[in-house]
């Protein structure tokens, strides 16, 4: 066992602070990682608060990479020393699912056994099975996949999640790729991603909405071919204008992708796909809100698919290292969502400039 400061969150609503725990030796299967970077995802937020469980204590953090230190018995895909990302779905290989070779769908949870604890004794539970914003934490070694050792960790380590959900949600789930079209409404962190993902997979015209220039201005410079600010009014008349400019006689984008988690933004979605087009709802909504009302006879006569991307469909030991392979090779910025590092004991603070609207992802870098 050794001692670790780490970031916990003790009751519902009360900011985080830093503590002091105890992390075990890895037991079968598992492994102890050393953090390096850890980025800051609004799911912590939703943790802190009380939104997601009652298990306080919570350990949180989950976009993070680091380097292994040391694997229990039964690992053998990672080893000490390996710089890896951390993913907060390890596939279990056992449910079905996983039997029929698509464990992008698994939705079981196969996190570490042990438990990391405080001075007292507490049982901590780790948000996402991961709790990374901590010196050094335990994972089941599936939640490991292995990367090139010099990415910049910082980067490396939104793969874990938002940046995933982003890309995935466009490519994985929607599907993007050459000829189609794609419109992304919400750009914060994840829509920025859902762009970045539909221009690497070569779609066009790619379209960004959102209600805020600024973050307009990122999507632009993620690849973005037009944009619409959505403040001044439904973006749904000029998506469809803009993909028949391309594609003419196409009443809407091939694939929206919608990252705000809303209804009003879902049914904008809706309206702004071509018929038998794809909406990928990849914002998570807060546990109140429910679908808005529709005619049914426009879900059927629209056809397509209504799809919700959970965590981009990504498989880890396939997507990570590819997209490593496309960041180190330039052709996928994710240097763009590393807005500011930030020390272990600035989290609080990082979760106060979430919602100002500079901010795409504070990364914690230890
Ligand atoms: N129309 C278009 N864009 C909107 C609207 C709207 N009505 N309302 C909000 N937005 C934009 C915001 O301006 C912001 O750019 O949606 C974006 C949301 O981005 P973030 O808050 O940075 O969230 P992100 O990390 O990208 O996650 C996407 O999933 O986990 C949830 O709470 C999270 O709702 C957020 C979503
Ligand atoms: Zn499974
Ligand atoms: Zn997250």
Not at 175 to 196: E, F, H, L, N
Request: charged fraction near 20%; aromatic fraction near 6%.
């Amino acid at each position: 066992m050794q001692q670790v400061k780490a970031v916990v969150a003790t009751a519902k609503g009360e900011p985080v602070s830093i503590a002091t725990v105890n992390v075990p030796d890895p037991g079968p299967g598992e492994a102890l990682v050393k953090i390096l970077a850890c980025g800051v995802c609004h799911t912590d937020l939703h943790y802190r608060e009380g939104g997601i469980s009652d298990d306080f204590p919570f350990l949180l953090g989950h976009e993070a990479s680091g380097i292994v230190e040391s694997v229990g018995p039964d690992v053998s895909d990672v080893a000490p020393g390996d710089f890896v990302i951390l993913n907060w779905r390890a596939v279990c290989g056992e449910c079905r699912a996983c039997k029929r070779g698509e464990a992008q769908y698994c939705f079981a949870t196969h996190n570490a056994k042990q438990q990391m604890t405080l001075g007292d004794g507490t049982a901590l539970s780790p948000a996402l099975g991961i709790g990374a914003f901590a010196e050094k934490t335990l994972v089941a070694a599936g939640q490991c996949t292995k990367v090139d050792p010099s990415a910049r960790p910082a980067a490396a380590g939104l793969l874990g999640c938002g940046v995933m959900a982003g890309l995935g949600a466009a490519i994985n789930t929607g599907g993007a790729t050459r000829g189609r079209s794609v419109a992304v409404i919400g750009c914060g962190g994840v829509g920025v991603a859902a762009v970045a993902g539909a221009v690497l997979a070569g779609s066009s015209p790619v379209i960004a909405v959102d209600i805020d220039a600024r973050k307009l201005a990122a999507a632009r410079a993620a690849g973005a071919m037009h944009t619409i600010d959505s403040s001044a009014g439904d973006p749904v008349e000029q998506i469809k204008q803009i993909c028949a400019e391309t594609y003419p006689g196409a009443e809407g984008a091939d694939i929206v992708v919608e990252a705000v988690g809303r209804p009003e933004t879902w049914k904008q979605g809706f309206y702004a796909r071509d018929l038998a087009g794809t909406l990928v709802l990849v914002g998570v909504p807060t546990p109140d809100l429910t679908l808005p009302e529709l005619p049914l006879i426009d879900v059927f006569g629209r056809g397509g698919a209504l799809k919700s991307s959970w965590y981009g469909d990504c498989l880890p030991s396939r997507d990570f290292p590819m997209l490593i392979d496309l960041y180190q090779r330039g052709r996928l910025d994710l240097d763009a969502f590393v807005t500011e590092e930030i020390a272990l004991d600035q989290v609080e603070e990082a979760f106060d400039r979430m919602h100002d609207g500079t901010v795409l992802r504070s990364v914690v870098v230890l």
